[in-house]
């Protein structure tokens, strides 16, 4: 059955490494999103892209960078740059390309610093 | 600044009682409006959505309202069940942006 695989479940980063997030997606969705969850706070966007080879930095881009080479995948990288990557990570996607599209969500990955 | 608010941020319930999570935002330009439902540790459920030019979507137990000359939409849960304990998030679809609220996380208590 089609959905959103997130791997890992949860993810752990040590001082100045990198770390990459995957999302996977059979749902034939165009346009797939990254957020972030922080406690207290709603879901924040990192990154969206409406198409292959093609993204657009959200809110809190800095820090994170990611690729859309294929339309099933969108991995999240989190950079050294990133000072307070500790948070729940949700990957999305949607049929409709905007924004403000109705999105399905992942399982998430939990992200933590050693 | 918080675009989406939701109050009470928790709530604690008897089970089968009926109660009422809100969920109020300040951007008049509605797309639509979605809830969604987060067990610990796990990604969002989506639970109902809420076209713009829609008043109200029902599912089962959950009915989800949409005033937008107000700014706020609704979830009612009949007849609570302990299975509904779980944060519930709403999210407001923008012109070209969605918002999402922090959560009400609702304790059915057996």
């Known amino acids: 059955d089609g959905g959103i695989t997130q791997s890992p479940k949860y993810l752990f980063r040590k001082e100045g490494q990198n770390v990459t997030l995957s999302c996977e997606q059979n749902?034939?969705?165009?346009?797939m999103y990254w957020y972030r969850q922080d406690p207290g706070q709603g879901l924040r966007l990192i990154y969206y892209?409406?198409?292959?080879?093609?993204?657009q930095k959200g809110d809190i881009a800095e820090g994170y960078s990611v690729s859309r080479e294929k339309k099933e995948s969108f991995p999240l990288t989190v950079t050294s740059a990133q000072k307070n990557p500790t948070a729940f990570y949700l990957c999305?996607?949607?049929?409709?390309?905007?924004?403000?599209?109705?999105?399905?969500f992942g399982d998430g990955t939990r992200l933590s610093i050693l | 600044k918080q675009e989406v608010t939701q109050i009470p941020a928790a709530l604690s319930v008897p089970e089968g009682e009926n109660l009422v999570l809100n969920c109020s935002f300040t951007d008049s330009a509605i797309y639509n409006l979605q809830w969604f439902r987060q067990d610990p540790g796990k990604g969002l459920t989506s639970l109902l959505l809420i076209q713009s030019s829609q008043r109200e979507q029902t599912s089962g137990r959950l009915n989800a309202s949409l005033d937008k000359s107000s700014g706020r939409s609704t979830l009612y849960i009949a007849a609570s069940q302990p299975g509904d304990s779980a944060t519930y998030l709403c999210a407001r679809g923008g012109s070209n942006d969605m918002r999402f609220g922090a959560g009400t996380r609702l304790t059915v208590k057996p």
């Open positions: 892209s409406q198409i292959v080879n093609d993204f």
């Open positions: 749902l034939n969705h165009d346009a």
């Open positions: 999305a996607s949607s049929t409709g390309t905007g924004k403000n599209q109705p999105q399905h």
